[in-house]
């Protein structure tokens, strides 16, 4: 095995969308995977938009130096997509010498980002033209040799697919029971909450948090230098925050449960609320229920219709929530819990397979060391 030039390994592909019938249209990320385009394609000609098969890749010359990213992502998909015509569609040309999952394998490698971006050209978007691509040498060994590590990064994939598969079937569950709850047992939300109001007046808290449109805690954005923090309120474990502002424009009820031991501070535009103690309701199960697409597509429909189309606080309490027994709550937000960790799980597998490429190409380097040093 030694260095071989890609490009006598792969040619260009270029076929077009003339009869209009493939209408998935997809761009390519920086992590090498494809994605629905963003582009506004509205009376846009796509015809002329190129058509990539299963097993060809799509690949951007531009911006590579300033990416440090080679654009390149091998499509696996048995249904043709379309891509941009700044793309270039490309396809190994015999199989039984390249498989294109080992050259994907190759170009996974935070090197050959490096040394795209080192070979990139001295224009303003610092492009990698297909001619220079081809140009790479990559170590190429028998097809065999090909198979056996290709297998071995499937194999690894396939398993964090499948358990991702399953985490699928977990949320369908979870959902499919909540929607058997949603005409029984409502109550108002007023019946089930209080406003709770304290301030950060000693200044002592200092972690400033807000809330995006996924519900959840983020560090703010807001500049607080001169700011008096002690008008801040603080929120505890188990506490709510809630902001009224932009329900109709975002689509989303901005509300979210704080599960920190330590507590923080928010914005004094927004208002933190606490379950009552007799209302028998968890504060989990409520927040599963916040989380439903169906109680922002409500909470948008209610918005008043004001510049920033606010759920303002006196509506929003008067939205009803049904309470079930507490049996049956405690069983959903268990669910739930399993659903979360798992997902955690899943992240940090897939998080796991991201260095497999680069440590089995580096078997394949040593290999070519060792096969030259004999």
């Known amino acids: 095995m030694s260095y071989k030039r890609l490009g006598n390994y792969i040619q260009l592909v270029d076929n077009r969308n003339k009869d209009l019938q493939v209408t998935n249209l997809l761009g390519i990320n920086i992590t090498k995977n494809f994605m629905p385009s963003v582009a506004n394609v509205s009376g846009t000609d796509l015809s002329k938009y190129k058509i990539i098969q299963k097993g060809q890749f ?16 091998l499509y696996t998909d048995n249904q043709p997509a379309i891509i941009s015509p700044a793309y270039s569609v490309i396809e190994v040309i015999d199989e039984n010498e390249l498989l294109p999952e080992y050259m994907m394998m190759w170009f996974q490698r935070p090197e050959s980002d490096r040394y795209g971006w080192f070979i990139s050209d001295s224009s303003v978007r610092a492009s990698l033209e297909y001619d220079r691509l081809c140009e790479i040498e990559i170590p190429i060994p028998h097809i065999d040799e090909q198979r056996k590590y290709v297998a071995l990064y499937k194999g690894v994939l396939d398993n964090q697919k ?4 399953s985490l699928n079937d977990l949320q369908l569950i979870c959902n499919s029971y909540m929607d058997t709850l949603k005409n029984k047992d409502l109550e108002p939300i007023k019946n089930l909450v209080d406003l709770v109001d304290n301030r950060n007046v000693n200044g002592k808290i200092s972690n400033l948090l807000g809330i995006n449109v996924n519900k959840v805690f983020m560090p703010s954005k807001a500049n607080t230098t001169e700011t008096n923090l002690a008008k801040y309120k603080i929120i505890q474990k188990e506490q709510f925050a809630y902001s009224a502002m932009q329900v109709g424009r975002d689509e989303t009820v901005r509300v979210v449960l704080y599960s920190n031991d330590e507590p923080a501070i928010i914005s004094p535009a927004y208002h933190v609320f606490e379950v009552k103690k ?9 927040m599963l229920w916040f989380y439903r697409p169906e109680f922002n597509r409500y909470g948008w429909f209610i918005s008043d219709s004001s510049v920033r189309a606010s ?6 309490i008067e939205i009803e929530i049904p309470v079930p027994d507490i049996e049956i709550q405690e069983a959903i937000v268990t669910i739930y819990h399993t659903l979360e960790a798992r997902k955690r799980i899943n ?5 796991s397979i991201k260095p497999i490429c680069p440590v089995l190409m580096r078997g394949v380097v040593q290999n070519e060391l060792m096969a030259n040093a004999n």
């Open 347 to 351: 992240e940090q597998l897939k998080a």
């Open 58 to 73: 799509a690949y951007s010359a531009m911006q590579v130096g300033r990416d440090e990213t080679i654009r390149l992502a």
């Open 162 to 165: 499948a358990y991702e598969s």
């Open 278 to 286: 007799e209302s028998k309701i968890l504060p989990e199960f409520l």
């Open 311 to 316: 759920l303002e606080w006196e509506r929003f």
